[in-house]
């Protein structure tokens, strides 16, 4: 499986001219400089931004949020969802966010932790991943329909397909994932399915608590890539004619298994 499928053939130059770390510095500096402003939208834990023409030509090529429909039409919404909204707030520190109920009161950046945190207890180490691969660069999307937490880009889906099907572990969670070998084995098929290799992030908290954001300091976390070994395709191939004496004609390969990489993004 190629680790980079690009769509067009001039997909690749165009990514290479149009670096994203530079559209999200652009991104950055108008949502600053215009003073962005969102506002929470408490039936799907989502952020609510208006946009301008040129902020909504950032946060498409910048791939924030998603551009929804309104009968307002002199005006253009994007619905943020709770990591992207906090990371363009926290991270990024280009635009605050007001509450539902009060939308003169701004809300501090502790304010807002604690309300996303209150309605998914898993926030934090889901933000934790988010940010991770969002500072190397990655476009990261929503996972769902390929049953993992999220997707991530080389690029604009628009020029590529997403390389990695992400699923994020935390420590001492009751809902922990893969830890029997089928489920592994499921998300390993799920993942080939769609040529996409599986990248488990392990987030350790290393004894700290959530109360605050600045916990992420302290959490740290561990990249795992996950592919199939097939030992038919791994194996010297044999001259032709000549079988193994162990393997006989037409007999089924070993069960699949997997190979555990330990991989820098």
């Given at each position: 499986?190629?680790?980079?499928?690009?769509?067009?053939?001039?997909?690749?130059?165009?990514?290479?001219?149009?670096?994203?770390?530079?559209?999200?510095?652009?991104?950055?500096?108008?949502m600053s400089?215009?003073?962005?402003?969102?506002?929470l939208s408490?039936?799907?834990?989502?952020?609510?931004?208006?946009?301008?023409?040129?902020?909504?030509?950032?946060?498409?090529?910048?791939?924030?949020?998603?551009?929804?429909?309104?009968?307002?039409?002199?005006?253009?919404?994007?619905?943020?969802?709770?990591?992207?909204?906090?990371?363009?707030?926290?991270?990024?520190?280009?635009?605050?966010?007001?509450?539902?109920?009060?939308?003169?009161?701004?809300?501090?950046?502790?304010?807002?932790?604690?309300?996303?945190?209150?309605?998914?207890?898993?926030?934090?180490?889901?933000?934790?991943?988010?940010?991770?691969?969002?500072?190397?660069?990655?476009?990261?999307?929503?996972?769902?329909?390929?049953?993992?937490?999220?997707?991530?880009?080389?690029?604009?889906?628009?020029?590529?397909?997403?390389?990695?099907?992400?699923?994020?572990?935390?420590?001492?969670?009751?809902?922990?994932?893969?830890?029997?070998?089928?489920?592994?084995?499921?998300?390993?098929?799920?993942?080939?399915?769609?040529?996409?290799?599986?990248?488990?992030?392990?987030?350790?908290?290393?004894?700290?608590?959530?109360?605050?954001?600045?916990?992420?300091?302290?959490?740290?976390?561990?990249?795992?890539?996950?592919?199939?070994?097939?030992?038919?395709?791994?194996?010297?191939?044999?001259?032709?004619?000549?079988?193994?004496?162990?393997?006989?004609?037409?007999?089924?390969?070993?069960?699949?298994?997997?190979?555990?990489?330990?991989?820098?993004?």
């Amino acid at each position: 499986m190629e680790s980079t499928r690009w769509k067009g053939k001039t997909s690749a130059a165009i990514a290479t001219s149009n670096p994203m770390s530079e559209i999200i510095t652009r991104l950055q500096a108008y949502m600053s400089q215009s003073k962005a402003q969102a506002m929470l939208s408490c039936r799907d834990e989502a952020a609510l931004l208006e946009a301008t023409p040129e902020l909504t030509d950032l946060l498409c090529r910048s791939c924030f949020g998603r551009e929804i429909t309104t009968t307002e039409k002199d005006k253009q919404w994007f619905q943020l969802g709770p990591e992207e909204a906090f990371y363009l707030h926290h991270s990024l520190k280009c635009f605050t966010i007001t509450e539902t109920e009060d939308e003169h009161h701004t809300m501090s950046t502790s304010e807002l932790w604690g309300y996303f945190v209150s309605r998914r207890p898993g926030f934090p180490e889901m933000y934790k991943a988010y940010e991770h691969l969002r500072a190397k660069n990655w476009v990261v999307r929503s996972g769902t329909q390929y049953g993992a937490d999220f997707v991530a880009y080389r690029h604009h889906p628009a020029l590529v397909h997403s390389e990695y099907a992400v699923l994020v572990l935390s420590e001492g969670s009751e809902n922990a994932r893969l830890r029997v070998w089928s489920d592994l084995q499921c998300s390993l098929r799920v993942s080939g399915s769609v040529a996409k290799k599986l990248l488990v992030l392990s987030v350790n908290k290393n004894g700290s608590d959530v109360v605050g954001p600045l916990c992420l300091e302290q959490f740290s976390i561990e990249e795992r890539v996950i592919v199939r070994w097939v030992p038919e395709q791994c194996r010297e191939e044999e001259p032709k004619g000549n079988i193994s004496p162990t393997e006989p004609k037409g007999s089924v390969s070993p069960t699949d298994q997997a190979d555990v990489e330990g991989e820098c993004l």
